[in-house]
């Protein structure tokens, strides 16, 4: 089958960490067609000189896989010369079997550019994707801080220390300076002293749970976890005052997105960095749900459904709606009925994580399907949610009780 040409000039881009390769196909006047194949470097310089190549021919369309990160610098240098590029997903351009080069790659997203086969991925302003940086790194020393928290209940156990038994939180404003005591070397009673009297666990059982056997390896230690736990709090407190002063402009989706249950000022900036204020690109929250990853695949052949495991989507919205759909379920919202009615049944993660179909058999590979998918009723119900407040400015009706 002949592909009908839609575009008269295309340009599809192959990138790679070091180099790009460019394949231009441009239709003449005379109706002929023209290929013109290009390769540049990676650097700075390299990438100008793509722009001012890509530029002078005039492209009704300039297409590139969105290969890991390395498709981003050359998408910037295109949009400095206002060349709008389309960033596709690999999935959707599978290279013909058989003449995989790196020059065929460019050719055949040429070709389906020309053809008009290909959807853009969701590429956000630039903005964002500065912001986008701030917020990333924000959650990889939120992770970070909760595995130096962990260590520190492990190196304090260790000790014989079973602090964590009798209070709920170690990292409290009184159990820390419990911990602060006894690396001063104070004595237990003095250490009681520091504790709050809300604590619910009494003065003896707090005593008999600061009575341990710490070495001086075990101070050092504690004392270092202790230095470097303050230092990311510190640290991620200034990552939040960033990120919500460059966001001062969106202060009202900011203010909506907090009327839902579960979401904090903080949650809904990183969430507003992913996806936008404008649910336009995206339109409809079918589209946003699959992009996020939270809905079923779609693999049916013969009559018959196979695997619907979810497709890859971007991990950091979809871990950002199972915390949202975990706090929502501790308060009265509707979010909290419909997570009490799948708990009885599918057990608390998978109320969180997942909604089985009513009917289905419960053989081992739907049991593994079930495992390994992430969507979730809660969270797919709120993104959907949250994909119409920012297109309508609000839901009517919709009244967050507290």
Not at 166 to 187: C, E, N, P, T, Y
Not at 310 to 328: D, Q, S, T
Not at 365 to 389: D, S, Y
Request: contains cysteine; charged residues 25%; glycine residues 8%.
């Amino acid at each position: 089958m002949e592909l009908v040409p839609i575009h008269k000039r295309v340009i599809g881009l192959d990138i790679h960490q070091a180099q790009v390769t460019a394949c231009a196909i441009i239709e003449e006047s005379g109706g002929e067609t023209r290929l013109e194949q290009r390769q540049f470097g990676a650097f700075k310089r390299d990438r100008w000189e793509l722009a001012v190549w890509a530029a002078a021919l005039d492209p009704d369309e300039v297409v590139m896989e969105s290969t890991g990160i390395y498709w981003k610098s050359p998408c910037a240098a295109l949009e400095a010369v206002g060349i709008r590029a389309t960033v596709v997903n690999a999935r959707h351009v599978k290279q013909v079997p058989g003449r995989k080069t790196d020059v065929g790659d460019a050719q055949w997203l040429a070709t389906l550019a020309r053809a008009g086969l290909l959807r853009g991925s969701f590429v956000p302003p630039a903005q964002l994707r500065e912001l986008r940086l701030i917020a990333r790194q924000r959650q990889k020393l939120v992770g970070l801080l909760s595995s130096e928290k962990n260590r520190m209940h492990k190196v304090l156990t260790d000790a014989g220390i079973r602090l964590g038994v009798v209070v709920s939180d170690i990292h409290g404003q009184s159990a820390r300076a419990m911990i602060k005591g006894i690396l001063r070397g104070q004595a237990p009673h003095e250490v009681l002293q520091l504790a709050s009297r809300r604590l619910k666990a009494s003065r003896e059982e707090l005593h008999d749970a600061l009575q341990g056997e710490l070495t001086a390896s075990h101070v050092f230690v504690l004392d270092e976890l202790l230095r470097h736990i303050e230092e990311l709090e510190a640290r991620i407190a200034r990552f939040d005052a960033r990120l919500l002063a460059e966001l001062a402009s969106e202060h009202n989706a900011l203010a909506l997105l907090q009327t839902l249950p579960g979401v904090d000022a903080i949650g809904a900036a990183m969430l507003l960095v992913e996806v936008g204020s404008d649910m336009s690109a995206f339109g409809n929250p079918d589209r946003l749900a699959s992009w996020v990853g939270i809905c079923p695949g779609n693999h049916e052949s013969a009559g018959k459904r196979k695997s619907g495991c979810v497709r890859k989507g971007n991990p950091y919205v979809r871990r950002l709606l199972c915390e949202f759909a975990h706090a929502a379920s501790r308060t009265k919202s509707a979010f909290q009925a419909k997570f009490q009615s799948l708990i009885v049944r599918r057990g608390h993660k998978r109320a969180i994580v997942a909604l089985a179909p009513k009917k289905q058999k419960r053989n081992s590979l739907f049991l593994r399907e079930r495992l390994a998918r992430v969507r979730g009723w809660e969270a797919h119900k709120m993104l959907r949610t949250i994909f119409f407040m920012l297109k309508r400015g609000g839901l009517p009706g919709f009244r967050h009780q507290l």
